[in-house]
């Protein structure tokens, strides 16, 4: 039942971006799970392996996690399952997920067919070339210039129409439970919190949420309420994603940020649209590999990866051999570095061609070439890494939005 879809979900928000290392990691060991291959004792009786014959779910916060394995339990299908999750995230780790954000959903029918959901956010209609250039710097990573159009609630609610069991307003309900009665502070949310102090404190909306007195951040363990959240996604629960792209909480939005000084028109929200094309393809160490294609580098990055390091021979198509012990992991971190020095060449495939560097990325060819640049005896500055017949840095450098 629950092997009917087997899915991945990368959620990623314009505002906080997760460390790209850690996002890359969950999807490097990510695609392996479902591949029935002999891992070592060892590796089994670590706490973070978990074996499972109808089904997983894994988020990087375990309520939500539960919300999503219940949602499988009920009857949902794996989509089902990753819209819980996703809406779960946006309450108790914001920074991760979020109604404001926009995320990338892959979607592996049992039958083979696979999916990619393209629900990133969007530049607003009245946003030009310049806008950046004659703001402060700031105003392209933060303040009301750097909010774009959401596409995570369009996203999730269009995956669920196609493949959800379950009714919608379910998988909203752990999400508005959390929100109303309340959750405890994770530390993941603690550290988020400081590092947004400025932003929080200077907000009278995120004073109210995660602050004891208007001064203080909340602590680890202490409860935290976000009723306005609460009532926002009961109107989600009840009217779908059209109250936020042609309702009275887009209209909401809308007013708040224009208040600010953005540009994000009701216009902007009515357009949108979520882009469902086909995933990255790709062989590596043997094993087919599906991955989301740009405007994510993530995809490419870890075929590119995988094909790095199964250079160095492994065991029945494991790269476990290649990565283990303390050469494997710098091995590991040399092949990263390779990759991160060339992410930069990827762009939005809307507005650039960047096929050749995909298909170098995809290539094994190109692996074994990184390969050999790479030595078990040392580390090298940052101009060393990536490709260097390729030419295109520089024409894509600055434009780049690609999300791991
Ligand atoms: C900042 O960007 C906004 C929106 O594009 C624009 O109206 C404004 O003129 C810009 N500010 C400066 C100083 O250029
Ligand atoms: C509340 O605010 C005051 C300063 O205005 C501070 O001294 C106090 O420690 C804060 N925290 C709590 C839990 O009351
Ligand atoms: C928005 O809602 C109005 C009615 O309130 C409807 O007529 C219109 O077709 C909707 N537009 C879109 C893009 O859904
Ligand atoms: C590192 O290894 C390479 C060959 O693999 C060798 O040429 C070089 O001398 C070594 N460097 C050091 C510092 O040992």
Not at 246 to 252: P, Y
Request: charged share 20%; glycine share 10%; hydrophobic share 45%.
């Amino acid at each position: 039942m629950i092997d009917r879809l087997m899915m991945g979900l990368a959620i990623s928000n314009s505002m906080i971006t997760p460390p790209p290392l850690l996002v890359l990691l969950l999807l490097l060991f990510a695609p392996l799970l479902p591949v029935s291959i002999s891992v070592s004792a060892s590796a089994i009786n670590r706490p973070e392996v978990i074996t499972s014959t109808h089904g997983a779910v894994a988020a990087d916060d375990a309520r939500c996690s539960a919300a999503g394995r219940d949602a499988l339990r009920d009857g949902g299908s794996a989509v089902d399952a990753a819209v819980t999750v996703a809406l779960c995230l946006g309450v108790v780790s914001p920074a991760s997920s979020g109604l404001g954000g926009g995320a990338f959903m892959l979607v592996r029918l049992s039958s083979g067919d696979a999916w990619a959901f393209d629900m990133r956010e969007t530049a607003p209609l009245s946003s030009s070339q310049d806008m950046y250039a004659n703001n402060n710097s700031e105003s392209k990573s933060s303040g009301p210039l750097s909010i774009a159009v959401p596409g995570e609630l369009a996203g999730l609610y269009k995956a669920w129409k196609r493949y959800g069991k379950l009714p919608w307003a379910k998988l909203v309900a752990p999400a508005i439970n959390l929100a109303q009665n309340g959750f405890q502070v994770s530390r993941y949310l603690r550290v988020q919190m400081e590092s947004a102090i400025n932003g929080v404190l200077s907000d009278e909306g995120l004073r109210q949420v995660f602050t004891i007195n208007g001064t203080d951040l909340l602590k680890v363990g202490d409860i935290c309420y976000n009723k306005r959240l609460a009532k926002t996604l009961q109107k989600i629960a009840k009217q779908g994603a059209s109250v936020f792209y042609n309702g009275s909480v887009g209209a909401g939005l809308v007013a708040d940020v224009k208040k600010r000084g953005g540009i994000l028109s009701m216009e902007d929200l009515r357009r949108y649209k979520v882009k469902v094309t086909r995933p990255l393809s790709a062989d590596a160490m043997g094993l087919k590999f599906l991955g989301m294609p740009p405007p994510s580098a993530g995809g490419a990055g870890l075929i590119l990866v995988l094909n790095i390091l199964s250079q160095y021979g492994n065991g029945n198509g494991i790269p476990a051999a290649a990565v283990a012990g303390p050469l494997g992991v710098h091995r590991l971190i040399e092949s990263l570095k390779h990759f991160f020095a060339i992410r930069p060449n990827l762009g939005d495939p809307d507005f650039i061609d960047d096929s050749k560097v995909l298909s170098d990325m995809l290539s094994p060819t190109f692996a074994a070439k990184l390969k050999n640049t790479i030595l078990d005896n040392t580390t090298f500055g940052p101009a060393y890494y990536g490709d260097k017949d390729t030419t295109t840095w520089t024409a894509n450098r600055d434009t780049t939005t690609c999300p791991t």
